[in-house]
């Protein structure tokens, strides 16, 4: 069972800083932590190239009937028209692919003492991004509500703000077990 408050659950889930998770930081660590997440530079070059060659797709499908000089040429309408609604076709395939995904929302699952980094997508359900053990996991720190789990390669995976005092405890408690978190955390 997952809940985002944590009420009667020991399973917690936290929308990474998002909404009312985010209260607990100052607006200036609100704002670190919401870029604090690593880009794929590639991926953002990618995204760019395909709206770049997209739109321009678009633009030379209608151009060939706008521009002056264009042939109406019965001969050529039919390939006129092919081209166009092919160039037409792949610049709005193109643009559609190039949409930024939705950020990523951290589970927390402390009955099968697993984070898991979960992106929604439409018509698929969710689609997990990282899925960590406890026993996995490289090292954990724990700073008030404040909660920061490494996995094994020793790369940030999550950092979140708990705002349910007892899925905190919940958290902390199954880090502590595996001995993840020191025994004076806290």
Same mark, same amino acid.
Not at 66 to 78: E, I, K, N, Q, R
Not at 154 to 159: A, G, I, P, S, T
């Given at each position: ?29 609100? &704002? ?7 880009? $794929?530079?590639? @991926?953002?070059?990618? %995204?760019? !190239?395909?709206?770049?060659? *997209? ?44 949409? &930024? ?7 927390? $699952?402390?009955? @099968?003492?697993?984070? %898991?980094? !979960?992106?929604?997508?439409? *018509? ?5 991004l990282r899925r960590c053990g406890f026993d996995d996991l490289a090292r954990a720190e ?6 920061r789990l490494w996995d094994r390669n020793d790369d940030l995976l999550v950092d979140i ?26």
């Amino acid at each position: 069972m997952n809940s985002k408050d944590g009420m009667g659950a020991v399973t917690a889930t936290a929308d990474f800083m998002e909404g009312e998770d985010a209260s607990f930081l100052s607006e200036d660590k609100q &704002t670190s932590a919401m870029h604090n997440r690593p880009t $794929d530079e590639a @991926r953002v070059m990618q %995204r760019s !190239v395909q709206r770049l060659m *997209g739109a321009s797709l678009m633009v030379a499908a209608v151009g060939l009937w706008v521009l002056p000089g264009s042939s109406w040429d019965t001969d050529l309408l039919l390939v006129k028209l092919a081209l166009s609604l092919t160039g037409g076709l792949a610049g709005f395939g193109l643009l559609l692919a190039s949409s &930024t995904p939705r950020d990523p929302r951290v589970e927390i $699952d402390t009955i @099968r003492r697993e984070v %898991r980094v !979960v992106r929604p997508a439409k *018509g698929v359900g969710d689609i997990i991004l990282r899925r960590c053990g406890f026993d996995d996991l490289a090292r954990a720190e724990q700073d008030g509500p404040r909660v920061r789990l490494w996995d094994r390669n020793d790369d940030l995976l999550v950092d979140i703000t708990m705002k349910n005092r007892d899925a905190l405890f919940s958290l902390v408690g199954g880090l502590k077990d595996v001995g993840k978190l020191g025994q004076n955390a806290g």
